[in-house]
T-cell receptor
């Protein structure tokens, strides 16, 4: 089993739709969590950190469920420019600070 | 800060040649990571350093790959001899753990093609 697992998609949604991605992790001692966005032929870039209490940044909401060991990303009112691959990242505090990425979920927003 | 700087951005080489990829992390960051990305295998962690010391190199594919971090501002990833299956985008990333941010910042990547 992979340490961090995501549904690869692809998710194809119309503009204005709401879409949600989930990510599960296997290490219960994982310490910090993030969502990254990667555009085609570019490097991954931080989208948002994920906090235990949940956090929101405009149209994006991230949540963490430690009991079930998953994190989620919700995108409301999706735009064409949201089309990208979304990667979840888990930092471990038991493996000397290792950062592990999921394989990513591909989103295509269509007009 | 200029961010994480990688060079070269693109390299095309022939099988059997030595390849050296370079990375300059963000000043003050205490962790440095090397990742490889392909369509088939996604983003794979090759090796990472903490305060210039290699912590985990279990992701390095084989002995042909080696990485060094001689000081806090420079790291190299070397492939010798290179093979066509090494063709990928190699990313370097650094992270500041001491401030508590724990956010990885990536370089633009080095796209390697081995013919």
């Amino acid at each position: 089993r992979k340490e961090v697992e995501q549904d690869p998609g692809p998710f194809n949604v119309p503009e204005g739709a709401t879409v949600a991605f989930n990510c599960t992790y296997s290490n219960s001692a994982s310490q910090s969590f993030f969502w990254y966005r990667q555009d085609c032929r570019k490097e991954p870039k931080l989208l948002m950190s994920v906090y235990s209490s949940g956090n929101e940044d405009g149209r994006f909401t991230a949540q963490l469920n430690r009991a079930s060991q998953y994190i989620s990303l919700l995108i409301r009112d999706s735009k064409l420019s949201d089309s990208a691959t979304y990667l979840c990242v888990v930092n471990s505090n038991t493996n000397a600070g290792k950062s592990t990425f999921g394989d990513g979920t591909t989103l295509t927003v269509k007009p | 800060d200029a961010g994480v700087i990688q060079s070269p951005r693109h390299e095309v080489t022939e099988m059997g040649q030595e390849v050296t990829l370079r990375c300059k992390p963000i000043s003050g960051h205490d962790y440095l990571f090397w990742y490889r990305q392909t369509m088939m295998r996604g983003l794979e962690l090759l090796i990472y350093f903490n305060n210039n010391v290699p912590i985990d190199d279990s992701g390095m594919p084989e002995d042909r790959f080696s990485a060094k971090m001689p000081n806090a501002s420079f790291s190299t990833l070397k492939i010798q001899p290179s093979e066509p299956r090494d063709s990928a985008v190699y990313f370097c990333a650094s992270r500041d753990t001491l401030s508590g941010a724990n956010v990885l910042t990536f370089g633009a990547g080095s796209r390697l093609t081995v013919l």
